[in-house]
Nanobody, 121 residues
Framework: QVQLVESGGGLVQAGGSLRLTCAGS????????MGWFRQAPGKERKFVAS???????EYEDSVKGRFTISRDNTKNSVYLQMNSLKPEDTAVYYC???????????????WGKGTLVTVSS
């Protein structure tokens, strides 16, 4: 059974940092594009960042310069380092695996269950 499990969410003050981790199991994601999406309360799920098999990265405009996506294929894991967090970053963050399509209309084959990030002002 293929699974993506997120961790690292929580409550942080504006200006603070969090690092999200997504651990994959059930298959290797080493050759797959991986990404992060987020869904704020009452809004649709949206693309945040992606990383392809060779390390190429893409970011949604509002997080450029603040968020960094990375991966460790030896651990079958993807990370999202979030700095200078703002209240508008508050959302459930979802790991996405085996992305198809192109920025910003990626379609994942796999989803994690999400981790909540709350940024207080």
């Amino acid at each position: 059974q293929v699974q993506l499990v997120e961790s690292g969410g929580g409550l942080v003050q504006a200006g603070g940092s969090l690092r999200l981790t997504c651990a994959g199991s059930g298959r290797s994601f080493s050759w797959s594009a991986m990404g992060w999406f987020r869904q704020a309360p009452g809004k649709e799920r949206k693309f945040v960042a992606s990383i392809n098999w060779s390390g190429g990265k893409e970011y949604e405009d509002s997080v450029k310069g603040r968020f960094t996506i990375s991966r460790d294929n030896t651990k079958n894991s993807v990370y999202l380092q979030m700095n200078s967090l703002k209240p508008e970053d508050t959302a459930v963050y979802y790991c996405a695996g085996d992305l198809s399509g192109s920025y910003p209309y990626y379609v994942p084959a796999y989803w994690g269950k999400g981790t909540l990030v709350t940024v207080s002002s």
